[in-house]
Each structure stands twice: as structure tokens, then as C-alpha cells.
């Protein structure tokens, strides 16, 4: 009887053996399922990273070509609105110029016409008061 319960207990223990590989087996393919899973998942990820990477370096570029464009226009006009100012600022300044060559002109005609003026008052009062001298002494 001993060696029955001990053969039974055998029995046994390999069926629960032979269950436990099975089991052991079903965990192992399910775990190989699931990393595949994973793999695939990674795989389509990286995948879809790289459309959504080409995509906003496609946008970034337009960007960066559009602003590039923008700002070369910007610095353009601005060279054309300073080139405008300057020949309004270079008109401004040669009627200026020729302004005050004007009046230094005038200056120069006016001044030596009161110097002919004023010579002329003196020489008139020395050609009396040499005549009253004259009339002085002769007398």
C-alpha cells in the first residue's frame, strides 16, 4: 500500500509537472506575444515620428524661408525710404547753401556801400571844415 500512495504521489507530481510546462509554455508564448507587441508598437512609433518630424522640419523650413524673404524685402524698403529722406535732406541743403551765399553776398555789397557811404560823410565834413580853416587863415 505504501508503494501505491508513493507511485500515486509520483503520479501526481509528474502530471502536475507536465501541467506546470504547459502552463510554463502558454506564459512564455504569451510573454513572447507581448514583446512583439512592444517591438511592433516601437517600430511603428519611431515610424510615425519621423512623418511628423519630416513634416514640421518641412513647416519650419517654409517658415525660415518666408521670414528670410520678409526681412531681405524690409531691409530693402528701408534703404529706399532712407535713399528718399536723403535727397529730400540734400535738396533741403543746397537751398540752404545757396541761401546763405546769398546773404553773405548781400552783406559783402551792403557793407561796402555803407563803408562809400560813411567815406563819403567824412570827406564832405573834412572838405568843410578845410574850407572854414582856409577862410580862417586867410583872413
Known amino acids: 500500500a505504501v508503494s501505491s ?20 509554455a502558454a506564459l512564455d508564448g504569451w510573454l513572447e506575444s507581448v514583446d512583439i507587441a512592444r517591438q511592433h508598437r516601437q517600430i511603428a512609433g519611431r515610424a510615425m515620428r519621423r512623418m511628423v518630424g519630416r513634416r514640421v522640419a518641412g513647416a519650419f523650413s517654409g517658415w ?3 521670414a528670410t524673404s520678409l526681412a531681405a524685402q524690409r531691409r530693402l524698403v528701408a534703404k529706399l525710404v532712407a535713399r528718399i529722406r536723403m535727397r529730400a535732406a ?5 537751398r540752404w547753401y545757396e541761401f546763405a551765399s ?36 586867410s583872413s
Open 5 to 24: 500512495r508513493v507511485k500515486q504521489r509520483n503520479a501526481a507530481r509528474l502530471i502536475q509537472r507536465i501541467r506546470n510546462r504547459e502552463l510554463a
Open 64 to 66: 525660415r524661408d518666408t
Open 90 to 94: 540734400a535738396c533741403a541743403l543746397d
Open 102 to 137: 546769398e546773404a553773405k553776398h548781400l552783406r559783402f555789397v551792403l557793407s561796402g556801400a555803407i563803408r562809400r557811404l560813411s567815406q563819403r560823410q567824412v570827406s564832405a565834413a573834412f572838405a568843410q571844415w578845410y574850407a572854414v580853416w582856409r577862410s580862417a587863415v
